[in-house]
């Protein structure tokens, strides 16, 4: 099995930043897609960031040019570096991997659509 487990959310002023976290766990041989996602009270959860292990990253209009995600491929880690934040960032991030290849056969997709627990971010005006 996989596991994503996130850390780094937390409480911060408007305008503050946050680094998010996640790792994925098991016998993983490669992760195709990794991303984030959030949902605020009362409302769908909804994509933050998405990207393939070669492509381009796909952000969510309302982050473009504050969140930027980056990977390890080697680690199987995803981040999440948000800067300026603002309450309307307040929500519970989830992390998402898809299309995930383990050792026991490099070479087809063995799991699909894994989730984290979620982490509360909280921005205060």
């Known amino acids: 099995q996989v596991q994503l487990v996130e850390s780094g959310g937390g409480s911060v002023q408007a305008g503050g930043s946050l680094r998010l976290s996640c790792v994925a766990s098991?016998?993983?041989?490669?992760?195709?897609?990794m991303g984030w996602y959030r949902q605020a009270p009362g409302r769908e959860r909804d994509l933050v960031a998405v990207?393939?292990?070669?492509?381009?990253?796909t952000y969510a209009e309302a982050v473009k040019g504050r969140f930027t995600l980056s990977r390890d491929n080697a680690k199987n880690t995803v981040y999440l570096q948000m800067d300026n934040l603002t309450p309307e960032d307040t929500a519970v991030y989830y992390c998402?991997?898809?299309?995930?290849?383990?050792?026991?056969?490099?070479?087809?997709?063995?799991?699909?659509?894994?989730w984290g627990q979620g982490t509360q971010v909280t921005v205060s005006s």
């Open positions: 990207a393939t292990r070669r492509g381009p990253t």
């Open positions: 098991g016998t993983i041989f490669s992760i195709d897609t």
């Open positions: 998402n991997a898809d299309r995930i290849s383990d050792t026991s056969n490099p070479l087809r997709y063995k799991y699909f659509d894994v």
